[in-house]
């Protein structure tokens, strides 16, 4: 054999390496393609059901939304309703009871006047202090200048 030969056969084993070690890698990475293929479809086959869950679950909260909306505006108008009637009260029996209020303390003071209890009555405030004697007599005092 001669030198050319040798280096030709040196060639060929190493190129019969290198296909060897390339089939090697080929093959594995068919079987990686292959693997992550049926993961992809595994996902896919199990992804397709959860959207549908999905979009159901936003298609119920949605009307549950439609429904919160609903009750919220009728507590609204309920809200408004009881202000109107709370006014309406407020001017049609305040200003009776006002009026029978101020009624019965005229009556408790006259009564108290032709007692003699309406100073002594009149005399504390809500803290329970004596109020000067000028202020104590009020419209009595008045009267009886006249």
Do not use: C
């Amino acid at each position: 054999m001669s030198g050319g030969e040798v280096a030709g056969l040196i060639v060929a084993v190493f190129w019969a390496i290198l296909v060897s070690f390339l089939a090697v890698a080929l093959a594995r990475l068919a079987g990686t393609l292959k693997r992550t293929t049926e993961l992809v479809a595994g996902i896919t086959e199990q992804a397709l059901p959860l959207l549908g869950e999905a979009s159901d679950t936003l298609r119920s909260a949605h009307a549950q939304l439609d429904r919160v909306d609903t009750i919220t505006a009728d507590v609204a108008e309920v809200t408004a309703n009881a202000s109107a009637l709370s006014s309406t009260v407020a001017s049609t029996f305040g200003g009776p009871l006002v009026k029978v209020a101020a009624f019965g303390y005229g009556v408790r003071r006259a009564v108290g006047m032709q007692t003699g209890d309406a100073g002594k009555a009149r005399a504390r405030t809500l803290t329970g202090k004596v109020l000067p004697a000028a202020r104590r007599g009020g419209r009595r005092s008045r009267r009886s200048k006249d």
